[in-house]
């Protein structure tokens, strides 16, 4: 066994993923306490140009056409054997639909530990978990010799995993691969929505604490007066008061605003998936115990329509001012 920590690197359409860039910021905090190296693993075809940004000590580079698009077959395939061979003290995966086609079937084949839904890691080889939706967290050491761990993002930013230099590049040859069970057949792209919300630098978001479809018209007068746009987590997507194009998360966009307003999200990891390179972020929820509480800068638990009618007070009074 050796100290190093594997990062899976996820890459769709020729960029590179930011949930990759949190984990191999996390993964030179654990390398830190282990002394081991932080090692990115890019699966591809033509793509070694994708490692160029890696905040890493070296990148394994597995080349082999079957691997030019994410197929859970072709990939269990190449990482069986150099996680196998490699005995890293640690391989980190996305807790993402990537990482959920692999993670647990590796976990079997290898016979290894697997932690699941990370947000941090500390010197000491210590994780801290999110289970039961963001609810409760869990602590504890990483399992020896070898686990795996998947990632959810909010304890790392993604500029931290990044870097200008490029990093060394390894070749690894990859075994014959067999004809995958699944193909991609083709990428089907959503619809053009009404806004781009991922492209706002205001954004104010509304969860379940907004109650009602008609108390979403006040986050849309407060977003007026800021230079905004509305958008939602996935249970307000869910009963249609919002279209999919205005969704924030794991299965709706990404977003980068200046400013995220969160009125009534508890924050699950689905959720923050879609914040991970935040700026500033406002978290209104009435639970103190929410876990959007634990990546805002700036917080109040009061009930989202109680504040909403005084904040657009406010702003309409300063605006006049």
Not at 62 to 77: G, I, M, V
Not at 205 to 227: C, H, K, M, P
Not at 255 to 265: E, Q
Not at 301 to 311: A, N, P, R
Request: charged residues 20%; glycine residues 10%; contains cysteine.
């Amino acid at each position: 066994m050796n100290q190093d920590i594997y990062v899976v690197i996820e890459h769709l359409q020729g960029k590179v993923a930011d949930i990759s860039y949190v984990m191999l910021a996390a993964a030179a905090t654990i390398a830190q306490g282990t002394g081991g190296q932080v090692v990115g693993i890019l699966l591809g075809h033509n793509a070694h140009e994708l490692a160029n940004t890696l905040s890493a000590d070296r990148v394994d580079y597995l080349e082999h056409p079957a691997l030019s698009e994410f197929t859970s077959d072709a990939y269990l395939n190449a990482l069986y054997k150099i996680i196998k061979e490699g005995e890293p003290r640690a391989v980190l995966m996305g807790n993402t639909s990537i990482g959920a086609d692999i993670a647990g079937v590796l976990s079997v084949r290898l016979g290894l530990p697997l932690i699941s839904s990370c947000i941090s890691f500390n010197g000491e080889g210590k994780f801290t978990s999110q289970i039961c939706g963001g609810k409760i967290m869990t602590e504890g050491p990483i399992p020896e010799p070898t686990a795996l761990v998947t990632m959810i993002p909010g304890g790392f930013k993604p500029e931290d995993g990044q870097s200008p230099q490029p990093p060394d590049i390894t070749s690894i040859a990859v075994d014959e691969i067999d004809e995958p069970c699944v193909k991609l057949v083709k990428y089907i792209e959503p619809e053009a929505g009404d806004v781009d919300i991922s492209t706002e630098s205001i954004l104010i978001s509304v969860g379940r604490g907004i109650q009602t479809e008609d108390n979403i018209e006040l986050a849309e007068e407060l977003a007026g007066l800021l230079g905004g746009v509305v958008c939602s987590s996935r249970p307000i997507v869910d009963q249609g008061w919002l279209p999919t194009s205005r969704m924030v998360g794991k299965s709706g966009q990404k977003v980068k605003p200046n400013l995220y307003l969160a009125l009534g999200i508890s924050g699950a990891p689905e959720h923050i998936e879609g914040i991970a390179d935040y700026k500033n972020i406002i978290a209104i929820n009435t639970d103190p115990t929410a876990p959007i509480f634990d990546i805002a800068q700036h917080g109040a638990e009061i009930d989202v329509l109680d504040l909403l009618e005084v904040l657009i007070e406010e702003v309409e009074a300063a605006k006049e001012g």
